[in-house]
């Protein structure tokens, strides 16, 4: 069955409250005291002051009741009997109606690093992967109002976002065609926090910034994962070293031949590419061998 309340079904919305400045009130407390002075001394010998002095103190303790206090970046959510009213966000002594109620809220810029979650790449491995978070209430009645507790809404947020960007993309590719999570730290984290404000609009939270604070594999895999790396980067290293071994042979060889030092046929061209090659390539250092002889003897 629907609700039959259109508008239990919409999000509350921020809104000015009607409160007044404090220290006008505080000019009404004094004139009460003036009053209740005056009357004082003459309560025995005139009507008049015999009333004023009950209903100089009925208003001081009305005007009393109706003080709140309100930092820098502090704001108060007024309510009468349940019902929203408004919020005030002017710093400084405020004063409302001593029946309506005060909720206060903090404005100010938080900061958040979550836990170390474990979670599967793109791949599948298994990772560790953590965030911090900066973000600020930025509609106080959607804070109260909409979620039941806006700072643990936004935590439980934070570990779904993490948990969701962190299986998005790989851990590394080292073939350099994909986006992962080390190689493109800002544009996953800048991805990040678009998930996560979306996942906390409802609440009235605005997400500042996100960054990743630690990224790793998971411990049981790590040393393989560690060890795969060097392969790769050992691989990479001699392939880097054979082509540039290949184009100073052709180098040689050409100039060899340009100059007419001297002449060789395929069979001494392939022994001098062999010997050149092993010496550019050999990861010691290479003996010079004198052959008195001929190549063939």
């Known amino acids: 069955m629907s609700d039959s309340n259109p508008r239990a079904l919409r999000s509350s919305a921020e809104r000015p409250a009607s409160t007044a400045s404090g220290y006008a009130m505080l000019l009404v407390i004094l004139i009460a005291l ?5 009357s004082v001394p003459q309560v025995k010998d005139a009507l008049w002051a015999q009333l004023t002095l009950p209903v100089g103190l009925l208003i001081l ?85 909409d979620v039941d507790d806006y700072r643990e809404f936004v935590h439980i947020q934070i570990e779904s976002a993490v948990r969701a960007i962190g299986s998005r993309y790989p851990y590394d590719d ?16 800048e991805e990040l926090r678009v998930e996560l404000q979306e996942r906390v609009e409802m609440a009235g939270v605005h997400i500042d910034e996100c960054r990743l604070t630690h990224l790793a594999y998971a411990q049981e895999i790590a040393q393989a994962m560690l060890r795969r790396q060097q392969a790769e980067a050992v691989v990479a290293a001699r392939k880097t070293l054979v082509e540039g071994a ?42 010079p061998v004198v052959n008195a002889g001929s190549l063939y003897q």
């Open 34 to 38: 003036v009053a209740i002075g005056f």
């Open 246 to 287: 290949v184009g100073m042979v052709e180098m040689a060889l050409e100039q060899l031949s340009e100059k007419n030092v001297v002449e060789l046929d395929d069979e001494r061209r392939a022994a001098m590419v062999s010997n050149l090659m092993v010496v550019l390539c050999s990861e010691r250092d290479t003996q």
């Open 174 to 189: 080292f073939t350099h065609e994909e986006i992962t999570l080390r190689g493109n730290a800002d544009h996953v984290s």
């Open 61 to 145: 303790s009305f005007v009393a009741c109706g003080f709140y206090l309100l930092q820098p970046n502090q704001a108060a959510a007024i309510l009468l009997f349940g019902e929203y009213q408004g919020t005030d966000r002017t710093n400084g002594l405020r004063w409302a109606w001593p029946w309506l109620i005060k909720k206060k809220v903090s404005v100010r810029i938080h900061n958040i690093t979550s836990e170390r979650l474990k979670v599967n790449d793109l791949r599948g491995n298994p990772i560790e992967i953590a965030s911090n978070v900066v973000w600020r209430v930025a509609d106080t009645a959607q804070a109260l109002f």
